[in-house]
């Protein structure tokens, strides 16, 4: 029923940007964000931001993402500039349904080279 469809992800160099897409369907998500994973680290909150459209970002990250929904599309985006070596991660799409619970996507990888 619920179903978080990512894209964007890919290969860039040090100091690019990337965008990234994810398209919800089948709840109302009071919430939507990303976080992300590296090889051998647990999973970190990257930015979240709710149905008010007040957004919360990881210190890491903070000035670099922006992170944006459109509600109208069911959507959020994150867009990544400057990016850094240390960014490279597996970055998953989150969202909150008040009635259904927690959600995350499939994951999509970002790796930034030097």
């Known amino acids: 029923q619920v179903q978080l469809v990512e894209s964007g992800g890919g290969l860039v160099q040090a100091g690019g940007s990337l965008r990234l897409s994810c398209a919800a369907s089948?709840?109302?998500?009071?919430?939507m964000g990303w976080h992300r994973q590296a090889p051998g680290k647990q999973r970190e909150l990257v930015a979240i931001i709710p149905s008010s459209g007040t957004t919360s970002y990881a210190d890491s990250v903070k000035g670099r993402f922006t992170i944006s929904r459109d509600n109208a599309k069911n959507t959020v985006y994150l867009q990544m500039n400057s990016l850094k070596p240390e960014d490279t991660a597996v970055y998953y799409c989150y969202a909150v349904s008040r009635s259904l619970g927690h959600y995350w996507g499939q994951g999509t990888q970002v790796t930034v080279s030097s």
């Open positions: 089948g709840s109302i998500f009071i919430i």
